[in-house]
């Protein structure tokens, strides 16, 4: 439960989120960003302001969900006029990761006017920056580091500042720009996309692609019309995929019921053909699995 202070919304989910009937992007946004909107609203009749809007531009956990079209730009309108900051989580799909843009709060910038792109006030980044060394940072803007500043409270941390992580994420960093990691993970997750959208047409059990570049979410149903989570199955194909094949990927969504696909940067195209072969022949052996249901759950 969170405490009073703190109002959460619905993620804008267009499979099978409260407003999955929504005919295009365009109504899912007005649907989605209207909570908050209202959020907003019942602070600031209190006669309070908002502290910050805090969301994920990809949002992994919820089962790799990628906001609507304007949909970030309409929500920090409505949290900025309320007084508050944007602070965008980039922890897991910062980096190029999704291929088409640096940060995933970028990811509409292309098909949407000047006026709809937004930037962050707070940044906060890790995991992939020191690639397996533990590093992270918070980037802001001088106005808000000038504000906190004003409070006089020295920001302090134990493990700040190891000049051996420093090295990771610069070489990191160089690495990225020097082999196009973003261009790779465009390309690489674009085969990927195609890959499974034809194993899709020949199993029923994926109702769901979405994602881009190397952040992917397959989502695993029981009937494509119904959308039944097919909870079970998924933790068999994670297992199977480790077990079998060697093959990692990790499971998310509410229903925990979305495979969710986050290789290295430098995942080739002959690492897409594989797994996408191994994934089938996951499919294939789902139906010959006795008492799926007595099978133990695999841990994410």
């Not at 499919?283 to 249901?293: C, W």
Request: aromatic share 8%; proline share 5%.
């Amino acid at each position: 439960e969170c405490p009073d202070y703190v109002k959460k919304v619905p993620y804008p989910d267009m499979y099978r989120g409260i407003h999955s009937n929504c005919k295009d992007e365009t109504e899912a946004t007005e649907q989605y960003s209207a909570y908050v909107e209202d959020a907003c609203k019942k602070i600031t009749s209190n006669g309070d302001s908002v502290s910050a809007l805090l969301m994920e531009g990809g949002m992994s956990v919820a089962g790799v969900i990628l906001p609507p079209t304007s949909y970030i730009s309409r929500c920090v309108r409505a949290v900025r006029k309320a007084g508050g900051l944007y602070i965008a989580d980039e922890v897991q799909t910062g980096f190029g990761r999704l291929g088409k843009c640096m940060w995933a709060f970028e990811y509409n910038d292309s098909d949407v006017d000047n006026d709809d792109k937004v930037l962050p006030d707070i940044v906060t980044v890790g995991k992939p920056f020191g690639n397996g060394m533990p590093l992270a940072a918070v980037i802001t803007t001088p106005k808000v580091a000038s504000a906190f500043e004003s409070f006089r409270v020295e920001y302090f941390n134990t493990f700040a500042a190891s000049p051996v992580c420093c090295a990771a994420g610069l070489s990191m960093l160089h690495v990225l720009s020097k082999y196009e990691l973003q261009k790779n993970a465009l390309e690489v997750g674009s085969l990927l996309r195609k890959l499974l959208s034809e194993v899709k047409a020949r199993h029923g059990w994926i109702g769901d692609i979405r994602g881009s570049g190397l952040f992917l979410g397959i989502e695993l149903v029981r009937n494509q019309s119904t959308l039944e989570p097919a909870t079970e199955e998924t933790s068999f194909i994670c297992s199977m995929l480790k077990e079998k094949y060697r093959v990692l990927t990790s499971i998310d969504g509410f229903h925990e019921n979305v495979i969710v696909v986050k290789p290295p940067m430098v995942f080739a195209k002959e690492d897409a053909l594989k797994f996408v072969t191994c994934f089938e022949k996951c499919l294939i052996d789902l139906p010959a699995i006795d008492k799926l249901h007595q099978l133990g759950k695999t841990p994410t």
